[in-house]
């Protein structure tokens, strides 16, 4: 069950990604006032996987499992902050697209 953690994780983070990506490439038509969902599930997506890797993290401490963290540990902070960095900077980027549309 707990391995699935990973996988969700991974899956969320290239959700987070590909929304504002998709995002960008919609913003040439006309009335594509959906950026901003886009950008908020973007977001949560990248939230809750990291919330997964924190839960995984969590199941490896109550079992233990002490090489495994120690394994994984730098991998896994540098991956998160790749991860939050990257959305974050599509989602302003995205929005920066959009509010020049308006203008």
């Given amino acids: 069950m707990y391995g699935w953690l990973n ?3 991974l899956v969320l983070g290239l959700i987070a990604w ?3 990506i ?7 038509k006309d ?5 901003i969902l886009f950008s908020i599930a973007s977001i ?3 939230v809750i996987s990291l919330c997964f890797q924190i839960l995984y993290n969590d199941y ?8 495994a963290l120690m394994d994984t540990s730098k991998a896994v ?6 991860l939050a960095v990257v959305t974050i900077v599509l989602n302003v ?3 920066i697209v959009y509010n020049k549309k308006i203008k």
């Fill in 93 to 95: 980027i995205t929005a």
């Fill in 60 to 67: 490896l401490i109550k079992i233990e499992d002490w090489a």
């Fill in 44 to 46: 949560s997506a990248c």
């Fill in 7 to 9: 996988i969700g994780s």
């Fill in 18 to 20: 590909i929304l504002p």
């Fill in 31 to 35: 009335n594509n006032k959906k950026w």
């Fill in 77 to 82: 902070v540098r991956l998160s902050f790749l």
């Fill in 22 to 28: 998709a995002s960008l490439a919609m913003h040439n």
